[in-house]
């Protein structure tokens, strides 16, 4: 097992790499100059010259990703343009927040959807399996922005349960897991939660109709298992496939809904990049696309081994 995780542990390590070159190259492929938010519109030659040594956009493309890499990987991701302060504070306080946001969306995505599944591929064929299908196929379906301003709609405008915008009451440097702060989190924690509750719905709906018709399924029953050990057995073999879709669910949502986060004004990557976007800010934006993917590569490995490791059909030494 330890050989195992080393080995994928190094097969990360040229992936980041990878991750790191397409992130600066997309950026700096884009059109438009870097500097034109700070820069006044009759700035001289001079001053221009003088911006440019000081953000490093004098030098060459190669020079500009060995010193973006060499100070990333001592945690020094550069100065956001236009805000003049550190991106690496910028990006990981934005991070928590979607990290945040992802994780109880996640779980509420993981939970319906393995229970709209499991049913599902229980009674497949039943007027349950059908309507349990019909709630996944229009969680992937309908678009998750117009659902957030539905949901802003009825609970805020017109039924006035929830707040519309914001992450708490001050915001979100001082957040806590109360009811204050919780209801700022619930309607974009419902809206994010739809898509993944959909895509684990239809995955485990599957699984679990292929684990029915296995041989061994029918030889535990043949030898008068309850309802419950078999159901067991299912779950055993249902949870590694599971578990490897709801790790690259909380993945894509780590990635930030640009739409959702702005629809509620949440202070997280998304909302951070659409502002990065806009004022044309190199540094923010590749700090922040850069530990985003990083968080996708980890995440992945760390399901990628949990799911070796709860697997019931891998021997392990």
Known sequence: MFAYLLRRVIYAVPIMIGVALVCFLLVHI???D???????????????AQLRELYGFNRSLPEQFAMWLWRALHGDLGVSIASNRAVAGEVFTAVGNTLRLAVVATFIGFVLGCLFGF?????????????ASMFSVLGVSVPHYWLGMVMV?????????????????????????????LQFLLLPA????????GIIARTVRALVADILDQEFIVGLRAKGL?????????VKNAAPTALAVMGLQLSYLLGGSILIETVFSWPGTGFLLNSAIFQRDLPLLQGTILVLALFFVLLNLLVDVLQ???DPRIARA
């Open 308 to 310: 070796t490791l709860l």
């Open 190 to 197: 419902l809206t994010m939660s739809v898509i993944p509750m």
């Open 30 to 32: 884009a059109p438009g």
């Open 34 to 48: 870097p500097l034109v938010s700070i820069l006044p519109p009759d700035a001289s030659a001079d001053l221009q």
């Open 226 to 234: 309850t309802q419950l050990g078999v159901f067991r057995h299912m």
């Open 153 to 181: 709609i009825v609970f805020s405008s017109q039924l006035m349960w929830l707040p519309a915008t914001g992450a708490g009451p001050s915001g979100s440097d001082d957040w806590a897991w109360d009811w204050a702060h």
């Open 119 to 131: 049913v599902a591929g229980y009674f497949r064929g039943s007027w349950v399996d059908r309507l």
